[in-house]
């Protein structure tokens, strides 16, 4: 997802150390905001839980929509045509590893749940699984944040600062 | 590695790596890259710059570090 403004039409450029901040911030915060908003706590924890939880979410979709209108972001998510060769190239190197990235945290996940699963039926270890639809809208939601963000995140931290001037 | 004197040449012309980007058509962080040996052109990329600036591509561009002006203003063989 690539937001143009007519100010920026080529994205916003921030620096590298900016974006890689926030994509830090956006991978941490948002699977902690989750977990602190479903904690199965009670009592007078549970709001707090859930208050601090929102505002790490809140913070890592601000993260995002900041990313979202970037010059980097524009570079993977622009069409083809719209790309110099060194543009192109990188792109598809880092949609590559991204993917590679991707599927690898997907099958991890599904691992995950099919063993959870077989161990909570034989009755032996009961381990979290996400069963409410809070719980997988969460995991979804962060499945696309990701799927959004993870080639810009490759290319953020394998790029030198560019130069321009 | 491909090495360059993209630097040299646009310093001696008075362009920006933006006045150099938008006559070849790429981004202008392309010509920082190439300009920091960062990025190797492609052979059609190459063609525009040494076209650009009137000079055989083997002026520009070469697999072997370039002696520096300074040695070669000493030393015109080398």
């Known amino acids: 997802m690539f937001i143009r403004s007519k100010a920026h039409p080529y994205g916003r450029m921030l620096s590298i150390e900016t974006v890689r901040l926030l994509m830090i911030l956006l991978y941490l915060f948002y699977p902690l905001g989750c977990i602190l908003q479903l904690a199965p706590v009670s009592g007078d924890a549970e709001k707090w839980l859930a208050g601090g939880g929102l505002l790490m979410v809140v913070a890592a979709l601000i993260a995002f929509a900041v990313l979202a209108g970037s010059s980097l972001q524009r570079q993977v998510q622009e069409p083809e045509s719209e790309l110099d060769e060194r543009e192109s190239s990188e792109r598809n190197r880092a949609a590559f590893q991204a993917h590679s990235v991707f599927s690898a945290i997907v099958l991890m996940g599904v691992l995950y749940m099919m063993l959870t699963t077989d161990m909570a039926e034989a009755g032996k270890l009961d381990l979290w699984r996400p069963v409410t639809g809070a719980h997988w809208n969460a995991i979804f939601g962060g499945l696309i944040l990701l799927s959004f963000t993870l080639p810009g995140a490759v290319l953020a931290f394998r790029k030198a600062p560019p130069a321009e001037a | ?78």
């Open chain 2, 1 to 78: 590695m491909v090495y360059n004197r993209l630097s040299v040449f646009r310093a001696e012309r008075g362009l920006s790596r933006k006045d150099v980007a938008e006559k070849v058509g790429v981004n202008p962080q392309t010509i920082g890259y190439l300009e920091r040996g960062d990025y190797a052109p492609s052979v059609e990329l190459a063609l525009k710059l040494s076209a650009l600036f009137d000079l055989p591509v083997e002026h520009l561009f070469s697999l072997k570090p370039f002696t520096p002006l300074a040695q070669s203003l000493r030393d015109p063989e080398t």
